[in-house]
């Protein structure tokens, strides 16, 4: 009877290893890692949802407040990803009127099992503040992790912020060790998470965001304040 658990075990372990995992979301609604955007995009007329609930500090003496956002993706055209995220606003602690756009576009370069992906995108499109676009790529290896690079710029204060950004996605089975990060001029953040998939189209996310964040000391600024938030992704619950 041992023999057979084991065995059944065994077969359970390596079926889950060898799924071909579908794009689950990063914290600002895009496919991607923890924090930053990949080069994957949701397939065409597929659809996903996804949320996240935790606490933030948005540095000084503030305590930490609860935090919450919504999120859905389309695979709107081949290779194309429009989504839709909204969320808590921080000031009167209800939903916030209406949500912001993400756009992707990633077409496939390179030939073989594991071909470069590229993509460029723009997230919270119709925030006065969050804006931001990007061009980043990612190289799956035959061994598994995956590597994404890029750039992205954002506005604040209306003035143009050039950051670069990387990431890492590590698969242990139906689990997934993420860590990506944010540097440019006088900035510095560092994001890590676990994903853990059910099966292939449904996952849950731990996210941990700014997590060297200092909420007594703002000498070195962070694109986003320190967050701890759990959540999942389901692409075509329906």
Do not use: C
Not at 95 to 117: C, I
Not at 166 to 172: E, F, Q
Not at 189 to 214: E, M, S, W
């Amino acid at each position: 009877m041992k023999k057979v658990l084991l065995l059944v075990l065994g077969l359970m372990l390596f079926a889950s290893s060898s799924f071909a995992y579908l794009p689950a979301t990063s914290l600002t609604g895009a496919s991607g890692l923890t924090r930053i955007p990949d080069a994957t995009v949701v397939p065409f007329k597929n659809w996903n949802l996804a949320s996240d609930y935790g606490v933030q500090n948005s540095g000084g003496n503030s305590a930490s407040q609860p935090t919450f956002n919504y999120k859905a993706n389309l695979g709107a055209f081949h290779n194309f990803e429009l989504g839709l995220i909204g969320g808590l606003d921080q000031t009167s602690k209800e939903l916030r009127d209406g949500v912001y756009v993400n756009l992707k576009y990633s077409p496939t370069l390179g030939d073989g099992s594991d071909p470069l992906l590229l993509a460029i995108g723009v997230e919270n499109l119709a925030s006065k503040t969050q804006t931001g676009v990007y061009m980043v790529a990612t190289k799956p290896f035959i061994q598994g992790p995956k590597l994404s690079f890029g750039f992205m710029a954002d506005f604040p204060g209306n003035k143009f912020r050039p950051l670069g950004m990387a990431g890492l996605d590590v698969p242990l089975g139906t689990m997934s060790i993420l860590s990506d990060l944010f540097a440019g001029e006088n900035l510095f953040q560092l994001n890590g998470g676990v994903r853990y998939r059910i099966i292939p189209t449904f996952a849950f996310d731990g996210r941990a965001i700014n997590i060297f964040g200092d909420s007594q000391n703002q000498a070195t600024p962070a694109k986003d304040p320190r967050q701890f938030l759990f959540g999942f992704s389901w692409l075509n619950p329906f």
